[in-house]
């Protein structure tokens, strides 16, 4: 993945951080990164770590909207953060440089060439991001439980770049029913008929896939 400061030396990055007024705060696991950001003016960088943007409607109904890793970006310019109900959890321990997004338009920065890098950046980040989530919409409109979770044994697979049929779970089966937005007791029951029908093997966090 691209880097979003990728490509401007440590000089540089030092008068782009002043120019966009960025600052890096450190986050323990499970905090709402929300809490203290004002949300329609900013725009984040994970430097390490991962969040997951959830929306819990009036019920208390949860749906995890998005998840981001080391390097991926979020905020008033990618996410409608905006709305009431979402939040942004840590998974981890997790660093992250917020910007003022209005500082991105200001007339000092365009004097510089690091600008223009830092924009190429940005938008490669953002397009890798869009992809993701077309992936996830897909996903999404897949009719059963079962289909759900073979395409996205699938798309985990093809995202592992040696080509193994064994992929590892970095995420729980609760964790794993929000992103698929299915109910997880039934995910169980489909995860065990995938098993007891030879398409998938577990082995602790591992799963072998066999289609």
Same mark, same amino acid.
């Given at each position: 993945?691209?880097?979003?400061?990728?490509?401007?030396?440590?000089?540089?990055?030092?008068?782009?951080?002043?120019?966009?007024?960025?600052?890096?705060?450190? %986050?323990?696991?499970?905090?709402?990164?929300?809490?203290?950001?004002?949300?329609?003016?900013?725009?984040?960088?994970?430097?390490?770590?991962?969040?997951?943007?959830?929306?819990?409607?009036?019920?208390?109904?949860?749906?995890? /909207?998005?998840?981001?890793?080391?390097?991926?970006?979020?905020?008033?310019?990618?996410?409608?953060?905006?709305?009431?109900?979402?939040?942004?959890?840590?998974?981890?321990?997790?660093? /992250?440089?917020?910007?003022?997004?209005?500082?991105?338009?200001?007339?000092?920065?365009?004097?510089?060439?690091?600008?223009?890098?830092?924009?190429?950046?940005?938008?490669?980040?953002?397009?890798?991001?869009?992809?993701?989530?077309?992936?996830?919409?897909?996903?999404?409109?897949?009719?059963?439980?079962?289909?759900?979770?073979?395409?996205? %044994?699938?798309?985990?697979?093809?995202?592992?770049?040696?080509?193994?049929?064994?992929?590892?779970?970095?995420?729980?089966?609760?964790?794993?029913?929000?992103?698929?937005?299915?109910?997880?007791?039934?995910?169980?029951?489909? /995860?065990?008929?995938?098993?007891?029908?030879? /398409?998938?093997?577990?082995?602790?966090?591992?799963?072998?896939?066999?289609?």
């Amino acid at each position: 993945m691209i880097k979003l400061f990728e490509n401007i030396s440590e000089k540089e990055l030092l008068k782009l951080k002043r120019i966009l007024k960025a600052s890096t705060q450190k %986050f323990k696991r499970n905090v709402n990164v929300l809490s203290n950001v004002n949300r329609e003016d900013f725009i984040a960088l994970i430097d390490s770590g991962s969040i997951e943007c959830i929306y819990t409607d009036y019920a208390g109904n949860k749906t995890v /909207i998005e998840e981001l890793e080391t390097g991926e970006v979020f905020g008033s310019l990618t996410s409608s953060i905006q709305e009431e109900g979402i939040s942004c959890i840590t998974k981890e321990d997790t660093e /992250i440089t917020f910007i003022e997004y209005n500082q991105i338009t200001n007339d000092e920065i365009f004097k510089n060439d690091f600008y223009i890098i830092f924009i190429k950046n940005l938008i490669k980040i953002l397009t890798e991001q869009l992809n993701t989530r077309n992936i996830r919409i897909e996903l999404l409109t897949k009719k059963t439980t079962r289909d759900k979770l073979l395409s996205y %044994f699938k798309y985990i697979e093809k995202k592992t770049k040696d080509g193994s049929k064994t992929i590892k779970m970095n995420t729980s089966y609760t964790e794993l029913a929000n992103y698929l937005s299915v109910d997880r007791s039934a995910m169980m029951r489909e /995860i065990k008929y995938l098993k007891e029908d030879g /398409i998938i093997e577990i082995i602790g966090k591992k799963i072998i896939l066999h289609y």
